[in-house]
């Protein structure tokens, strides 16, 4: 009778904290959203302080959106809450990115969105990343309840913002995100096979090899990246192959993009420092196929430190092409600077600086697999014989370019 009279009152207890803890999340944690700023902005981020609970801490505290997990607390189920209030009369959507690696979303109790399978528990939890963009309930007060678990990733939470905005607006950035992203795939495995079949049945040389198994790679990193719109649209693939055709698609671009920018300008790299490259990415390649992803996922500023020297000394390949004028320079130079432009915007924009452009991001690489394209067909013309000269110039080179 007494065990049974504890568990009534032990029940009794949680559900009154349950509902203290609702109470608060609904009277600390509000966000007014004024129609002006709505009909000028159109899009507005929830950046601002939402309440966290944390069950298996017994810990209840404000954090400001977007937010990472501590380092050492990076796995488990977290919960979110915010009231946002506005008098927008028209319908209002919100703009969910992926997240670390699950995640549950109820608007005024009513599940609206979920990527994934949350739970406190791995055994129960299955990551995915679904960016999506869903519509809002058309009320004057929205509470949100936001559940995020993360089991298989080294980090937790959420990195960009979560917005929400006019409906039509935010239906149609997602829409032109999604076109210009099939718009670049379509494109590069166009150019990859067109290449291939163009110089099939003639000497295939290294540069059109590497150019097109380059443009093949990166398709595949933009369908398996920020979108995810591949495994979007083929539900079926694991969140595990996911990230690991991600991680392994950014290593083998880097690569070939290294020894595509040897094969069309020999006299101006270093075949020592390019293997030294090659070798440190097939480290890595051997770590991400080897490793659990919470584990190879904890290394990415590694990663990118590598990608980001991999790409000055792409750079300065192009700036010694251009110092001793090779046929069709110019045309790498403004890849390889529109190529740092891309990755320095991905890069900022992965550590939040400012908001990340899908469709800028994508019609920026297709400009530079384009002027690649550009400067290949230069270096595999006739005129390019007598216009790569090397370093030093002898008297019969000298005469042989006169003549």
């Known amino acids: 009778m007494h065990l049974l009279i504890s568990r009534i009152a032990t029940v009794a207890i949680l559900l ?6 609702n109470s608060i999340a609904q009277s600390e944690t509000s966000f007014f959203i004024s129609s002006q700023e709505i009909e000028h902005a159109k899009q507005i981020k929830l950046n601002t302080e939402w309440l966290e609970t944390n069950a298996s801490k017994g810990r209840t505290k404000s954090v400001t959106f977007p937010y990472v997990w501590e380092a050492d607390e990076s796995q488990g189920l977290r919960t ?14 919100i703009e969910l990115p992926d997240m670390y690696t699950s995640f549950r979303l109820f608007v005024n109790n009513k599940l609206l969105a ?53 409906w039509d607006f935010l239906k149609s950035k997602q829409v032109k995100a999604e076109i210009a992203t099939w718009l670049l795939i379509t494109v590069l495995i166009v150019m990859g096979l067109g290449i291939n079949v163009y110089f099939w049945w003639s000497d295939m040389p290294a540069s059109a090899l590497y150019f097109s198994f380059l443009c093949l790679v990166w398709a595949t990193r933009v369908g398996f990246s920020e979108l995810y719109i591949i495994p979007s649209f083929f539900g079926e693939i694991t969140w595990t192959w996911v990230i690991h055709i ?15 920018m040897q094969s069309i300008y020999p006299l101006d790299s270093q075949n ?34 590598v990608a980001a020297l991999s790409l000055v000394y792409m750079i300065y390949i192009v700036a010694r092409a251009v110092a001793f004028a090779r046929y069709g320079a110019t045309y790498s130079v403004f ?10 915007y ?17 019609i920026s690489y297709l400009i530079i697999f384009v002027l690649l394209a550009f400067a290949m067909f230069y270096q595999r013309s006739k ?21």
């Not at 009154?16 to 803890?21: G, H, R, S």
């Not at 979110?80 to 959507?93: I, M």
């Open 114 to 166: 979920q990527s994934g399978r949350v739970s406190e528990f791995e055994i129960n939890a299955a990551p995915e990343w679904k960016p999506q963009t869903v519509a809002l309930p058309l009320e004057k007060e929205l509470n949100l309840k936001l559940e995020i678990s993360n089991h298989h990733h080294a980090k937790g939470g959420v990195k960009n913002p979560i917005i929400i905005g006019d």
């Open 335 to 344: 890849a390889v600077l529109a190529g740092l432009g891309a990755f320095s």
């Open 80 to 93: 979110y809450y915010l009231t946002v209030s506005t008098n927008y009369a028209k319908p209002l959507g």
């Open 346 to 362: 991905n890069l900022m924009a992965y550590q939040g600086l400012f908001d990340f452009n899908p469709f800028m991001y994508n």
């Open 272 to 305: 020592t420092i390019i293997w030294v490259f090659v070798a440190v990415i097939a480290a890595f390649v051997a770590s991400v196929s080897i490793l659990k992803p919470v584990y190879f996922t904890s290394w990415l500023n590694l990663y990118l430190s």
């Open 246 to 260: 991600e991680y392994l698609s950014l290593f083998l671009a880097i690569a070939l993009g290294l020894k595509f």
């Open 16 to 21: 009154i904290l349950v509902l203290i803890q």
């Open 383 to 403: 005129r390019a014989d007598y216009r790569n000269a090397p370093d030093v110039l002898t008297f019969d080179d000298y005469y042989k370019v006169e003549k």
